[in-house]
């Protein structure tokens, strides 16, 4: 059993920074990626930021260059810090959590509203 608590978020305006970490607990191996996506208002989920087993990074277009996602192995967690936060960065952020053939593990999921 797989469980993710995510921490960080909400309200924050327009210009400033977030910081979201999410710890995983649990048979989390074989290891293969971690990151955060996010459902914004009416909108379908997306890919915010992951890193995989090997460090490497996918950010959304969207996010590029205001975005960092880090990876902390010794506490299985995984941080995601974002800049110049723009009012489209509103919605809930999900940390997932892929490990061997299973099915993506979710969080719960934290609102981030950004106020002009």
């Known amino acids: 059993q797989v469980q993710l608590v995510e921490s960080g978020g909400g309200l924050v305006q327009a210009g400033g920074s977030l910081r979201l970490s999410c710890v995983a607990s649990g048979d989390i191996l074989p290891f293969n990626a971690m990151g955060w996506y996010r459902r914004a208002p009416g909108k379908e989920r997306e890919l915010v930021a992951e890193?995989?087993?090997?460090?490497?990074?996918t950010y959304a277009d969207s996010v590029l260059g205001r975005a960092t996602i880090s990876r902390d192995i010794t506490k299985n967690m995984v941080i995601l810090e974002m800049n110049n936060l723009q009012l489209t960065d509103t919605g809930v952020y999900y940390c997932?959590?892929?490990?061997?053939?299973?099915?993506?593990?979710w969080g719960q999921g934290t609102q981030v509203t950004v106020s002009s």
């Open positions: 997932q959590l892929r490990a061997g053939l299973y099915p993506p593990y």
């Open positions: 890193m995989d087993v090997s460090r490497h990074t």
